[in-house]
T-cell receptor
């Protein structure tokens, strides 16, 4: 089971780009990287997922280097509503999979 | 957009009582999950369910817990004899496919308070 490490907290200001890096040194060949966002008293919400290189959707980009031992979630031009906890999960797309949420990164966006 | 729903939103029960938390997953999903989150702590996996049986379960999911899909739409979590430490938010999630290769859709949660 790949263990993930993220910064506990980050601060940013409205309009800035935020990059949150997750380390997963023992990622396995079949593992995907998935990021979730959670607001207080709500369930986590899927943001983005990738396997290698770069993935972009309407809300974020995910950068994964060739060795896949880390990944970076990039949020362009954050707003106050992006204040949340962000979780990085690593796991196989099939077979045995136990979703493991770490402590996540608490992002606070300031006006 | 389809969504996962959970009832009740808040459940208060006395220690030792049985509770059943209900979830309606997204209709064409086949994989179902329960998680809990104690206030201020991380989201913890409890159990995954596919094809009418448990796929994986964590150490938290002991004999006091059970899951069931009683009909084609509901997915329930039962706690037989609640303890104070069971107080938490319980989230249900569903997915069209298993594993981490596929997005899980989470419900809004049920806040369980055991007194």
């Amino acid at each position: 089971l790949a263990k993930t490490t993220q910064p506990i907290s980050m601060d940013s200001y409205e309009g800035q780009e935020v990059n949150i890096t997750c380390s997963h040194n023992n990622i396995a060949t079949n593992d995907y990287i998935t990021w979730y966002q959670q607001f207080p008293s709500q369930g986590p919400r899927f943001i983005i997922q990738g396997y290698k290189t770069k993935v972009t959707n309407e809300v974020a980009s995910l950068f994964i280097p060739a060795d896949r031992k880390s990944s970076t979630l990039s949020l362009p031009r954050v707003s106050l509503s992006d204040t949340a906890v962000y979780y990085c999960l690593v796991g196989s797309s099939g077979g045995s999979y136990i979703p493991t949420f770490g402590r996540g990164t608490s992002l606070i966006v300031h006006p | 957009e389809p969504e996962v729903t959970q009832t009740p939103s808040h459940q208060v029960t006395q220690m030792g009582q049985e509770v059943i938390l209900r979830c309606v997953p997204i209709s064409n999903h086949l994989y179902f999950y329960w998680y809990r989150q104690i206030l201020g702590q991380k989201v913890e996996f409890l159990v995954s369910f596919y094809n009418n049986e448990i796929s994986e379960k964590s150490e938290i999911f002991d004999d006091q817990f059970s899951v069931e899909r009683p009909d084609g739409s509901n997915f329930t979590l039962k706690i037989r004899s609640t303890k104070l430490e069971d107080s938490a938010m319980y989230f249900c999630a569903s997915s069209g496919r298993g594993g981490n290769g596929y997005e899980q859709y989470f419900g809004p949660g049920t806040r369980l308070t055991v007194t």
